[in-house]
T-cell receptor, first 114, second 114 residues
């Protein structure tokens, strides 16, 4: 069975703080893909990043960085120097190479206060 | 480039009425997905199509729900008869069947059944 767990339901930080959103996944597949999506208050789902199971290199994009560790089945997301505009619900998702299905975690609501 | 287009953006209807949600995928994408988002169950995949053919409809909650994709640029999700528990945000997503494998989501349709 495949599963994604985002244990942090809500996080509140003050602007300019760094914040890490945790994601732990379960799968028996050897080839799979991991994703992060952002859902701002306006409601749309915005794709942030995709990683395949063979690529454990961490990635940085501006203030965003992702730490993929197969040994711990984790794909954590860090926002450096958070801003109010980062306030949103963030979803981690898993897709097996065998199916087209995305399995989403329950989401982490991030509130960045000015 | 136009993203995934969904209509209507908001729908309010009364219990027992038929509801039809519409989706236009990104041009050139050969996969189309319908999701439902609720507070209780999070994001759930309802059904997905590949080249207009339904591949997996195991997420469709019951016979009141049906989905069609008559051509590569249009899909509908129909609920008949609608019930208050169907109130949710319904997302459509599409992707190109290549190694990039990223689903892009539409803005969603917020359905309220009174």
């Amino acid at each position: 069975a495949q599963k994604v767990t985002q244990a942090q339901t809500e996080i509140s930080v003050v602007e300019k703080e760094d914040v890490t959103l945790d994601c732990v996944y379960e799968t028996r597949d050897t080839t799979y893909y991991l994703f992060w999506y952002k859902q701002p208050p306006s409601g749309e789902l915005v794709f942030l990043i995709r990683r395949n199971s063979f690529d454990e290199q961490n990635e940085i994009s501006g203030r965003y960085s992702w730490n993929f560790q197969k040994s711990t089945s984790s794909f954590n997301f860090t926002i450096t120097a958070s801003q109010v505009v980062d306030s949103a619900v963030y979803f981690c998702a898993l897709r097996s190479s065998n199916t087209g299905k995305l399995i989403f975690g329950q989401g982490t609501t991030l509130q960045v206060k000015p | 480039d136009a993203g995934v287009i969904q209509s209507p953006r908001h729908e309010v209807t009364e219990m027992g009425q038929e509801v039809t949600l519409r989706c236009k995928p990104i041009s050139g994408h050969d996969y189309l997905f319908w999701y439902r988002q609720t507070m209780m169950r999070g994001l759930e995949l309802l059904i997905y199509f590949n080249n207009n053919v339904p591949i997996d409809d195991s997420g469709m909650p019951e016979d009141r729900f049906s989905a069609k994709m008559p051509n590569a640029s249009f899909s509908t999700l129909k609920i008949q008869p609608s019930e208050p528990r169907d109130s949710a945000v319904y997302f459509c997503a599409s992707k190109r069947g290549t190694s990039t494998d990223t689903q892009y989501f539409g803005p969603g349709t917020r359905l309220t059944v009174l």
